[in-house]
Structures are given as C-alpha cells and as structure tokens.
C-alpha cells in the first residue's frame, strides 16, 4: 500500500516549508511593524483633527463670550443711565421730545397699569 514516493514528497513538503518560513519571516516583521506605524499615524491623525475641531468650538465659544460680555456693557450701562437720569422712559422721552415722536411709537418700556420701569435695579 504505501509507495516508496509518500516520504521523499513528505520530507520534500516538509524542507520547502521550513525555507518559505525562513525566508518570509523577516518580511512578515517588517510587514508587521509598517502596519503598526500606519496604524500609529491614522490615530494621531485623528487626533489632529479631533485638536482643529477643539480649536473651532473653543473659537466660537469666546466669539459667543465676547458678544455676550458686550450685552451685559449695554445693560450695564442702560441701568446705570437709568439711575442717573431717573428711567429709561423719561430718556426715551426727551430724546424722542426732540424728534417730535409720541411716547406710545416710541417702544416705551411700561409695567402693570402702564405705569414706567422707575426705581427699580437688577
């Protein structure tokens, strides 16, 4: 049953592996190590990107501050020319006197019973 070919095609099988393994193992490695930096450079890569995109959030963030800070200056200064000249109303009306305007067309600022915003502080 057995033929005087089985070993000489096993130890031949057996020889050409073992010189494929040799041969290729050092490129394998370095196939290896090439894969690891690839895989390295997407990540730090994405984090670049992660960074810009922080960048552009942090940018908008202290464009909404500043608009906000001059918000508060305007209304800091409103109240503030509220309480020296005795309300908003009566600087509304003097200035809009001035122009000839009624009250009512002006956009006067009145609370519950018409009655002007006086004397009240935030």
């Known amino acids: 049953m057995s033929s005087p070919w089985v070993p000489a ?10 010189g494929a393994v ?16 690839l895989i390295e450079e997407k990540s ?3 984090r670049a990107q992660e ?10 963030l202290q464009r909404r501050l500043a608009l ?3 918000r508060l200056d305007f209304a800091e200064s ?11 109303n009566g600087h509304i009306e003097s200035r809009n006197a001035g ?3 009624s009250p009512a067309r002006s956009g006067d600022v009145t609370h ?10 935030a």
């Open 68 to 70: 906000t800070e001059e």
């Open 22 to 37: 040799i041969l290729l193992w050092p490129i394998t490695r370095r196939l290896g190590r090439l894969l690891e930096v």
């Open 44 to 46: 730090s890569g994405s």
């Open 78 to 88: 409103l109240l503030h020319s509220q309480q020296t000249s005795g309300s908003v």
């Open 9 to 18: 095609i096993v130890g031949s099988v057996f020889f050409l592996t073992l």
């Open 99 to 101: 122009r000839g305007e």
């Open 112 to 121: 519950e019973g018409g009655q002007p915003d006086e004397g009240r502080t």
């Open 51 to 60: 960074g810009d995109e922080q960048r552009r959030v942090m940018e908008a």
